[in-house]
T-cell receptor
Framework: AQKITQTQPGMFVQEKEAVTLDCTYDTSDPSYGLFWYKQPSSGEMIFLIYQGSYDQQNATEGRYSLNFQKARKSANLVISASQLGDSAMYFCAMREGPNNDMRFGAGTRLTVKP | EAQVTQNPRYLITVTGKKLTVTCSQNMNHEYMSWYRQDPGLGLRQIYYSMNVEVTDKGDVPEGYKVSRKEKRNFPLILESPSPNQTSLYFC?????????????????FGPGTRLLVL
């Protein structure tokens, strides 16, 4: 069964506007971590933001914030004031279990338009 | 500089010709992992290692082997590559995050290896 679901294969946003990338997850483990990564066209994986399952507040890192809704099992990434350099693939991932397995979603390709 | 290195970065080979992709990290991490990335599927875990001499299968281990003789190295071996193993491969490492809610330690990824099997 798919553990991480990203329902938006592609998204467009106007420069300087905010955009939300969706992510839902499935786990029965009460302890887990949620991550977002950015993959530009050069291919490297860049860590953006982390949210722990016990964290009471939504994580923020600069222009990135994570809208964590635990009951709905969603962990959407919000990028504020989009920049052209934000154009990339974005992956949601979850780490759980005694083996610390990390599962990734299929990704969302974000294009920022000038 | 803390980093994960992979070699080669690009590789074109033919069906059946054994190959090894090396992975090395300089952060003294216990945990290392290999992923393959395919369009529409995201990253899928091939093998992982919790520590030296401890390896285990991920979601897509068929056709791959790994070894962990030293803490810093985690090579990926394709004994008899086939065209369906054409993919982008990533090695990653992290310190062992433990149990409970301590999953904050992200994985550090290598630059990726693009493999084409003809």
């Amino acid at each position: 069964a798919q553990k991480i679901t990203q329902t938006q294969p592609g998204m467009f946003v106007q420069e300087k506007e905010a955009v939300t990338l969706d992510c839902t997850y499935d786990t029965s483990d009460p302890s887990y971590g949620l991550f977002w990564y950015k993959q530009p066209s050069s291919g490297e994986m860049i860590f953006l933001i982390y949210q722990g399952s016990y964290d009471q507040q939504n994580a923020t890192e600069g222009r990135y914030s994570l809208n964590f809704q635990k009951a709905r099992k969603s962990a959407n990434l919000v990028i504020s004031a989009s920049q052209l350099g934000d154009s990339a693939m974005y992956f949601c991932a979850m780490r759980e279990g005694p083996n610390n397995d990390m599962r990734f979603g299929a990704g969302t390709r974000l294009t920022v338009k000038p | 500089e803390a980093q994960v290195t992979q070699n080669p970065r690009y590789l074109i080979t033919v069906t059946g010709k054994k190959l090894t992709v090396t992975c090395s990290q300089n952060m003294n991490h216990e945990y290392m992992s290999w992923y393959r990335q395919d369009p529409g599927l995201g990253l899928r875990q091939i093998y992982y290692s919790m520590n030296v001499e401890v390896t285990d299968k991920g979601d897509v281990p068929e056709g791959y082997k790994v070894s962990r003789k030293e803490k810093r190295n985690f090579p990926l071996i394709l004994e008899s590559p086939s065209p369906n193993q054409t993919s982008l491969y990533f090695c990653a490492s992290s310190s062992h995050p433990g149990r409970g809610y301590e999953y904050q330690e992200t994985q550090y990824f290598g630059p990726g290896t693009r493999l084409l099997v003809l």
